[in-house]
Structures are given as structure tokens and as C-alpha cells.
């Protein structure tokens, strides 16, 4: 099992170019979640998907889409890439409530010059 | 909103010392906290975790103690060795029906041969 798979995983864009960051899970997971971790803040939540069909807006949505595009994956869109949008992103999985937590992706590394 | 605050944001050690960690969390309907180790450039990996109807869990030389009272859990680890060196994240869930995490801002801890 891959668990949760991130691509890509180093981007550097410039200022006002978009581009998707994919997340695949093959857990069977129901929930999904983006998050984006800098310096000092800890992870913060960009957007998440408690089951397929659904999203919902986390602490800092602005400047961000998400797409649930089926069970497996959960793609995460920067329509016009800021500056201050340069962090490393974070995919987590996870199951019902009972089960063990999050399974995070490798993480990708963005830069926005 | 939902917080969790997390203390202290450094810890050195000597190694064979012992290391707490503690965070206080805002949502008295929190039913679930993990903790996560988080090596550099690595992904945030699960470490141990508690629910909220215990109060106290242990692994090896890991251990999570729960006051629900006073909403607070820390983490123990025991006998610290340099592997034990990274940064560690504490998070809950709040109640409700969605699986989302809410993460303190990390302890860089520090074991020194």
C-alpha cells in the first residue's frame, strides 16, 4: 500500500501562475484534508473533505480551491500563486472517528518567486 | 474557534533525560488527541494518541496523560535518546460530526549525547 501519495513534490512558481497539487489514498479513507505548514505556525487546515461529494473551508481558505474528484483523491488548486502562499502543502487522510488519525502525504515543497 | 496551544515551543535535553510536552485545548467536547512526530523534511507521523475517555496511555517510553477537567494532555517520553530529537505536534478534535484535526504550533525538541 502507497497510503498517501503527493505530487509533485517541489514547485516553484511565479506570482500570478496557478497550478493543481494532487493527493491520491488508497486507505479506503473517507475523509480527506489539505494543509499548509510554515515556520513557527504549526499546520494549519486549507480546506478539507469529510466524504466524497462534500468540502469545507479550514482556518485559510483564501486563495485556494479544492476538488473531491472521486474517494481517492483530493486536488488542491492555486489560482494565481502569491508570494505569501510559499509553504509546504500537506495531504492527510483519514477514516471514521474511531479509527487512528491521519495518514499524511509526503508533502510538497512550493515557492512562489 | 477551535485552539490548542502548545508549550514549550523548545526543549533541550541531555540524553536519558526525560521531555514533557504540554498543550491546553479550547473545546470541552473534544473526544480525541494525537501527537505526532515530525523529523526534518520528513511528514508529520503518528507517535501515540488518547481518547477522551482515558486518562492516561503508554508505549515503551512513550506516554499521553488526559485532564479533561483542566483540558490539557501532555506528552511523556522517558530515558530520551538523539532519534527522539525532532519536532512534535499535539492536536485534538473537537465535537461534532467532522474528523478534523486542530494542531499546536510544535516543540523543536533537542536530545544531546
Known amino acids: 500500500n502507497a497510503g498517501v501519495t503527493q505530487t509533485p513534490k517541489f514547485q516553484v512558481l511565479k506570482t500570478g501562475q496557478s497550478m493543481t497539487l494532487q493527493c491520491a489514498q488508497d486507505m479506503n479513507h473517507n475523509s480527506m484534508y489539505w494543509y499548509r505548514q510554515d515556520p513557527g505556525m504549526g499546520l494549519r487546515l486549507i480546506y478539507y473533505?469529510?466524504?466524497?461529494?462534500?468540502?469545507d473551508k479550514g482556518e485559510v481558505p483564501n486563495g485556494y480551491n479544492v476538488s473531491r474528484l472521486n474517494k481517492r483523491e483530493f486536488s488542491l488548486r492555486l489560482e494565481s500563486a502569491a508570494p505569501s502562499q510559499t509553504s509546504v502543502y500537506f495531504c492527510?487522510?483519514?477514516?471514521?472517528?474511531?479509527?487512528?488519525?491521519?495518514?499524511f502525504g509526503s508533502g510538497t515543497r512550493l515557492t512562489v518567486v | 474557534g477551535e485552539n490548542v496551544e502548545q508549550h514549550p515551543s523548545t526543549l533541550s535535553v541531555q540524553e536519558g533525560d526525560s521531555a514533557v510536552i504540554k498543550c491546553t485545548y479550547s473545546?470541552?467536547?473534544?473526544?480525541?488527541f494525537p501527537w505526532y512526530k515530525q523529523e526534518l523534511g520528513k511528514r508529520p507521523q503518528l507517535i501515540i494518541d488518547?481518547?477522551?475517555?482515558?486518562g492516561e496511555k503508554k508505549d515503551q517510553r512513550i506516554a499521553v496523560t488526559l485532564n479533561k477537567t483542566a483540558k490539557h494532555f501532555s506528552l511523556h517520553i522517558t530515558e530520551t535518546q538523539p532519534e527522539d530529537s525532532a519536532v512534535y505536534f499535539c492536536a485534538f478534535r473537537g465535537g461534532g460530526s467532522n474528523y478534523k484535526l486542530t494542531f499546536g504550533k510544535g516543540t523543536l525538541l533537542t536530545v544531546n549525547p
Open positions: 488518547i481518547r477522551s475517555n482515558v
Open positions: 473533505s469529510a466524504s466524497e461529494g462534500t468540502t
Open positions: 492527510a487522510s483519514s477514516g471514521d472517528v474511531g479509527s487512528s488519525g491521519y495518514t
Open positions: 473545546d470541552s467536547a473534544s473526544n480525541y
